[in-house]
């Protein structure tokens, strides 16, 4: 039966990719760039430069173009409309990769930003495929690191209180549902900073930006107090890269 590998690359440094994953690279015939058409370059550069560093054997890079995506539709994962349209966009991807993986041969390899378990479509979409039994494979999942351990590595910090628990969500998430007494949010995928956004004068901040990468910016404090401050840095930083991934945790002390 036909293989493929979906392989966590680590979030921007190219020394985070694991023994496990170069392994499993090298079994791989060829790649799958899923979505990327708009990517940017800095990102297209880590995973090329991964490539060349651990993949000495002849593959091949088969770019999946991204369908359109319906952006009309506002709301959260909570929200069934906007499930729908990311449901439907799911097939659609699904329907390209089955299209792509069944005109080549051999092991077939995604490799992953971070790891595949968190805010990435990459398994929704493999499942898609496998549901449709159009074609039939194999596939193993290769963890990677992800934004969120970059995060805690950076700011060299635990993500939660002793014996508590940490909650992972989004921009969005937080500015509708905001932030409990004694709970510790990371945020990912927020454009818009919400942390602006959560009342409070006893909250505390750990933010990065770029981790693992060349320009990595971490800042933390109280959040009242170094909030401008970031919104500021992020402001600046995107302006001049033209593109900025972020990542926080948020605490609000018990
Ligand atoms: C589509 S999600 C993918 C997450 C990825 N699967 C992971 O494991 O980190 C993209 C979000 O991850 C976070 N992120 C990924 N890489 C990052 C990095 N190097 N620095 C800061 N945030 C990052 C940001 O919150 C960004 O909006």
Same mark, same amino acid.
């Given at each position: 039966?036909?293989?493929?590998?979906?392989?966590?690359?680590?979030?921007?440094?190219?020394?985070?990719?694991?023994?496990?994953?170069?392994?499993?690279?090298?079994?791989?015939?060829?790649?799958?760039?899923?979505?990327?058409?708009?990517?940017?370059?800095?990102?297209?550069?880590?995973?090329?430069?991964?490539?060349?560093?651990?993949?000495?054997?002849?593959?091949?890079?088969?770019?999946?173009?991204?369908?359109?995506?319906?952006?009309?539709?506002?709301?959260?994962?909570?929200?069934?409309?906007?499930?729908?349209?990311?449901?439907?966009?799911?097939?659609?991807?699904? +329907?390209?990769?089955?299209?792509?993986?069944?005109?080549?041969?051999?092991?077939?390899?995604?490799? !992953?930003?971070?790891?595949?378990?968190?805010?990435?479509?990459?398994?929704?979409?493999?499942?898609?495929?496998?549901?449709?039994?159009?074609?039939?494979?194999?596939?193993?999942?290769?963890?990677?690191?992800?934004?969120?351990?970059?995060?805690?590595?950076?700011?060299?910090?635990?993500?939660?209180?002793?014996?508590?628990?940490?909650?992972?969500?989004?921009?969005?998430?937080?500015?509708?549902?905001?932030?409990?007494?004694?709970?510790?949010?990371?945020?990912?995928?927020?454009?818009?900073?919400?942390?602006?956004?959560?009342?409070?004068?006893?909250?505390?901040?750990?933010?990065?930006?770029?981790?693992?990468?060349?320009? +990595?910016?971490? !800042?933390?404090?109280?959040?009242?107090?170094?909030?401008?401050?970031?919104?500021?840095?992020?402001?600046?930083?995107?302006?001049?890269?033209?593109?900025?991934?972020?990542?926080?945790?948020?605490?609000?002390?018990?």
């Amino acid at each position: 039966m036909r293989k493929l590998f979906v392989i966590g690359i680590g979030a921007g440094d190219p020394d985070q990719v694991t023994v496990q994953a170069i392994k499993a690279m090298r079994q791989v015939d060829v790649f799958f760039v899923i979505g990327k058409g708009a990517e940017k370059q800095e990102l297209v550069d880590v995973r090329t430069a991964i490539l060349a560093e651990h993949v000495p054997q002849p593959h091949r890079l088969v770019e999946i173009a991204d369908p359109p995506r319906d952006r009309t539709v506002p709301g959260s994962g909570a929200d069934a409309a906007y499930r729908g349209v990311v449901e439907d966009w799911h097939e659609r991807r699904a +329907e390209i990769l089955e299209q792509a993986f069944a005109e080549t041969d051999g092991v077939g390899g995604i490799l !992953v930003w971070g790891d595949p378990s968190l805010y990435d479509s990459t398994l929704r979409i493999v499942e898609r495929v496998l549901e449709r039994e159009r074609i039939h494979f194999d596939y193993q999942v290769i963890p990677g690191i992800t934004s969120v351990q970059a995060l805690a590595a950076a700011h060299r910090m635990v993500l939660h209180e002793i014996g508590e628990p940490v909650h992972i969500t989004t921009g969005r998430r937080l500015r509708e549902e905001g932030l409990a007494a004694g709970q510790s949010s990371l945020v990912m995928l927020d454009g818009d900073t919400s942390f602006t956004e959560v009342p409070g004068d006893d909250l505390y901040i750990w933010w990065g930006a770029y981790l693992g990468m060349p320009d +990595e910016v971490i !800042v933390e404090g109280p959040l009242r107090v170094v909030e401008q401050r970031i919104v500021r840095r992020r402001a600046a930083l995107r302006e001049r890269k033209g593109w900025i991934m972020d990542i926080y945790l948020l605490r609000r002390a018990k």
